[in-house]
């Protein structure tokens, strides 16, 4: 059986608090020629919220299994991820999730992943995906574009450089 085996690459979780009882500091006037500098994005706050819709759902005090079938819809907001499924499996004693027919997982941004079965192995951050009988495991991936450098601009688009004998 062919298994395709992914490493996610996941931004740092970021927990961060605002200590709001701090005075504001005053900030200095921009000079006129110095650019402006751009805020940081805002930091991510991981919820561990994991939203489950389905059919039929039940869990197993004693194995520490959760099981959702038919019509599975998971909703992981700190990793803006999508999944569905038949069935999904959470294996909380191995930290393990088991997807199971027809899954699709998209996260935002465009990263796609559809094959027959996924395992998702929640502390190192991998998954496997398995293909159904007799066919191959589909995936899209984004891969971030650097931005372009002035260093990498042609000499001849300066207008110095074109008036030059």
């Given amino acids: 059986m062919a298994a395709l085996l992914l490493t996610a690459a996941v931004e740092p979780q970021v927990a961060a608090a605002q200590d709001l009882a701090a005075p504001a500091q005053p900030t200095a006037a921009p000079e006129a020629d110095t650019p402006a500098v751009q805020p940081a994005p805002p930091a991510r706050v991981s919820t561990g919220l994991v939203t489950i819709e389905s059919d039929q759902q039940r869990a197993d005090q004693l194995t520490g299994v959760i099981t959702a079938t038919g019509n599975v819809r ?27 027919g027809d899954v699709d997982i998209v996260q935002e941004g465009g990263n796609l992943i559809r094959a027959e079965r996924v395992v998702y192995l929640v502390d190192g951050e991998r998954l496997i995906a398995i293909p159904p009988t007799g066919q191959q495991v589909f995936s899209r991936v984004r891969i971030p574009q650097k931005p372009a450098t002035s260093a990498t601009a042609p000499a001849a688009a300066t207008p110095a450089a074109a008036a030059q004998p």
């Fill in 74 to 100: 998971i909703v992981y907001p700190d990793e803006r991820v999508v999944a569905t499924a038949r069935q999904a499996q959470y294996f909380s004693k191995e930290n393990r999730v088991v997807l199971s």
